[in-house]
């Protein structure tokens, strides 16, 4: 999975995408699992971010809900995704033929 996240903090905007170690980093602090069926939602959205400027070397506060807690205004959402999703439905194409 790799994810386009959209964050305005100040009044800039800036994207990140996610990696496999941002993905891990939340599995490992919020004892969740992408397959775990729960859904994923803003305080992912969050983490994912809070992970990802660490990695680029932001100084940040020690946990992710510390600093969304400093940033209330701030804004976190994911704008698509970078792979194609395999479609779960047989779609007919246009060389199908009855039988």
């Given at each position: ?46 983490c994912w971010a809070y ?49």
């Amino acid at each position: 999975m790799k994810l386009k996240l959209k964050l305005v903090r100040d009044g800039k905007e800036e994207f990140l995408w996610t990696n496999l170690w941002s993905i891990a980093e939340w599995e490992r602090l919020e004892n969740r699992r992408v397959s775990d069926g729960r859904g994923i939602g803003v305080s992912d959205y969050c983490c994912w971010a809070y992970s990802l400027l660490a990695l680029k070397g932001e100084t940040l506060p020690s946990t992710w809900r510390q600093w969304l807690k400093e940033n209330l205004s701030m804004e976190c959402a994911p704008v698509g995704e970078e792979e194609i999703p395999n479609p779960t439905d047989a779609a007919t194409g246009d060389n199908s033929q009855s039988l």
